[in-house]
């Protein structure tokens, strides 16, 4: 596809290797954004919308790990679920998707569809811990995550 509407870039821990890279993917991103109603990433597909140019001079989200390396793009990173700049969303963490997703579902097909999408998936978040937010977590738990997280990166950075 050529000319999308709408264009959700996903996260993962490969996503540093392909920004760095220039994977073709990046062309893709690049070719696409002018002609796109809304450009979208969840998690650290925001740093693949950096390195193409999108995030330039615009406020960003990302997952929280990967959320200042967006200044190296000229974002503005900002620790929120979802930032909407211009035609450009993005949405933190892979859970933070969903916030998303409902959010961009509000925008182009009103409020009802979007609460008539979230009844229909029952979305009603009641996690049994309040450590979904580095701000919330204690420290030992954001350790052990960037830990695992380093690994996963690394892992897939040797492939």
Known sequence: ????????????????RLARDGAPIVDWIRAVHPTTTVTTSVCTGA???GAVGVLQGRRATTHWMA?????AYGATPCAER????GKVRTGAGVAA????????VGELHGAETAQA???GIEYDPQPPYDAGAPGKAPPVIRDLVAGVLATA???ALAS
Do not use: H, K, N
């Open 1 to 16: 596809m050529t000319d999308p509407d709408v264009l959700l870039v996903p996260g993962g821990v490969i996503t540093r």
């Open 47 to 49: 740093l693949l919308l």
């Open 67 to 71: 959320l200042e390396q967006l200044r």
């Open 82 to 85: 979802v930032v909407a700049d």
């Open 97 to 104: 998707g969903i916030d998303l997703a409902l959010q961009l």
């Open 117 to 119: 999408v979230q009844l």
């Open 153 to 155: 990166e690394a892992e």
